[in-house]
Antibody
Framework: EVQLVQSGAEVKKPGESLKISCKGS????????IGWVRQMPGKGLEWMGI????????RYSPSFQGQVTISADKSINTAHLQWSSLKASDTAMYYC????????????????WGQGTLVTVSS | DIQLTQSPSFLSASVGDRVTITCRAS??????LAWYQQKPGKAPKLLIY???TLQSGVPSRFSGSGSGTEFTLTISSLQPEDFATYYC??????????FGPGTKVDIK
């Protein structure tokens, strides 16, 4: 059974750093793209970026480029999302999301989601 | 950049109603459009991709249509478990996807 298990909720102060994780199991972690999705309180879904763990090919949506860092450690089947200096506006639920296999030229949608990590940034 | 709009942003309906949600893209995206359902406190669930293909396990009362710039999600007979927020998502080969703003379906 495919599972994505995310790290627990975090409460941080503005300016602090943070790294949250998403551990995949039940499939070949290296060969599926994993993305991150932000959902601010009461708001919609925002695609942040994505990584291919096998070669660490990473792509960021323009709004998130330079604001976060996406990484993956294939030795422990875990993807990460990190901030070097949090802002109050980073308060949100963050989901990791694994795509279906990318076959041919048709981009695959999201097949599996983590349970979400709630990040609260407040002074 | 491609933008997605959804209409309506909110709709109130009764069990048994036929419901249609529209997603419009600012430029043509072929059939690379997915629909997701999200219930409160839960991660979204894929319903349809591409454009008109129902995913395994999704009830047949859900259907999708469209290509290019205009797409629709239809629920033929709304059930109590269908009250949720629905998002369209544009996919591209670079894997930098875009979500629509969402449509909340509420109980009348």
């Amino acid at each position: 059974e495919v599972q994505l298990v995310q790290s627990g909720a975090e409460v941080k102060k503005p300016g602090e750093s943070l790294k949250i994780s998403c551990k995949g199991s039940g499939y070949s972690f290296s060969t599926y793209w994993i993305g991150w999705v932000r959902q601010m309180p009461g708001k919609g879904l925002e695609w942040m970026g994505i990584i291919y763990p096998r070669d660490s090919d990473t792509r960021y949506s323009p709004s998130f480029q330079g604001q976060v860092t996406i990484s993956a450690d294939k030795s422990i089947n875990t993807a990460h999302l990190q901030w070097s200096s949090l802002k109050a506006s980073d308060t949100a639920m963050y989901y990791c999301a694994r795509l279906f296999e990318y076959v041919g030229t048709t981009p695959p949608p999201i097949a599996y989601w983590g349970q979400g990590t709630l990040v609260t940034v407040s002074s | 950049d491609i933008q997605l709009t959804q209409s309506p942003s909110f709709l109130s309906a009764s069990v048994g109603d036929r419901v249609t949600i529209t997603c419009r893209a600012s430029q043509g995206i072929s059939s690379y459009l997915a629909w997701y359902q999200q219930k409160p406190g839960k991660a979204p669930k894929l319903l349809i991709y591409p454009a008109s293909t129902l995913q395994s396990g999704v009830p047949s009362r859900f259907s999708g249509s469209g290509s290019g710039t205009e797409f629709t999600l239809t629920i033929s007979s709304l059930q109590p478990e269908d009250f949720a927020t629905y998002y369209c998502q544009q996919l591209n080969s670079y894997l930098l996807f875009i979500f629509g703003p969402g449509t909340k379906v509420d109980i009348k």
